[in-house]
């Protein structure tokens, strides 16, 4: 009887005081970071670097107003980039419940949620993880929807049971083109890279990529609290090439003695 009810109040919200609405947006983000890492090095540690940016864009894409509440160990999403003032309002702690504790955690928090706030008519889960496939039958019968964002492309399971997908590709888009962009053009990341080159030369004229790369992620999350990775390095270096002559082989940045010492 009391779900009825319910499911009846949400419906006239829904459809007389949509203003009123309130989105539930859960956050697996361990599991989150861990397929963007997959699809990109770096992308799940540039995501928690800029959450503040992922917060805004899923305010775009809900109706009425949205709680975001990230699932996880605190102190596991801080050394994967999320900082101490979305760590102490947005996280909702994970207690050691084992491998699916943040899926356990998750679930139940979303239901007792439901018992208190009727005005919740939607459901964001962002994760990639099929143990969430069984939750959106259970919403329909609260008279709720539920939205899917997915890190993957191929989460088909989840994909099929959720009513609606939102695509997180224009996002990665745009946060990818924010900092590589900022960097290309930037002459003073350029003076930087160029001394990590002439620091870390081998004598087969090569420099490992990942080694200047994480001289430079420690660089400028200490001086502009941002994110540097092999993602918009590599990009960077191609810019120099353009007239220094250097080239990119797999993961070494490769060049002859006399162009290294054109960099100069």
């Not at 909702?92 to 239901?111: I, M, Q, R, Y």
Request: glycine share 6%.
């Amino acid at each position: 009887m009391i779900k009825r009810i319910t499911s009846l109040i949400r419906q006239i919200i829904k459809q007389w005081f949509p203003q009123l609405q309130l989105t539930l947006v859960l956050d697996d983000r361990e599991n989150l970071v861990k397929h963007l890492n997959t699809n990109q090095s770096g992308l799940g540690y540039l995501l928690n670097r800029r959450n503040d940016l992922f917060n805004s864009w899923i305010k775009e894409q809900v109706t009425g107003q949205h709680e975001h509440i990230i699932f996880g160990d605190k102190q596991v999403l801080s050394k994967l980039g999320l900082d101490n003032i979305h760590l102490e309002a947005q996280v909702h702690t994970v207690g050691k419940l084992g491998k699916n504790g943040a899926d356990l955690e998750l679930v139940s928090f979303l239901f007792d949620e439901l018992l208190f706030k009727v005005r919740i008519t939607n459901v964001v889960i962002i994760s990639a993880d099929s143990d969430f496939s069984i939750v959106p039958q259970r919403l329909r019968t609260h008279g709720i929807t539920s939205q899917l964002i997915s890190p993957t492309a191929n989460a088909k399971t989840l994909k099929e049971v959720f009513c609606s997908e939102i695509s997180i590709e224009p996002f990665i888009q745009n946060l990818n083109s924010l900092y590589t962009d900022k960097f290309i053009f930037d002459e003073h990341t350029k003076a930087i890279l160029k001394f990590s080159i002439f620091q870390y030369v081998n004598k087969d004229k090569k420099v490992n990529l990942a080694t200047v790369g994480a001289i430079l992620i420690k660089y400028f999350d200490i001086k502009s609290k941002g994110y540097f990775g092999l993602g918009a390095l590599k990009p960077l270096l191609l810019v120099l090439a353009e007239d220094k002559g250097i080239a990119i082989e797999g993961d070494y940045l490769v060049f002859t003695q006399d162009k290294l010492l054109r960099l100069a």
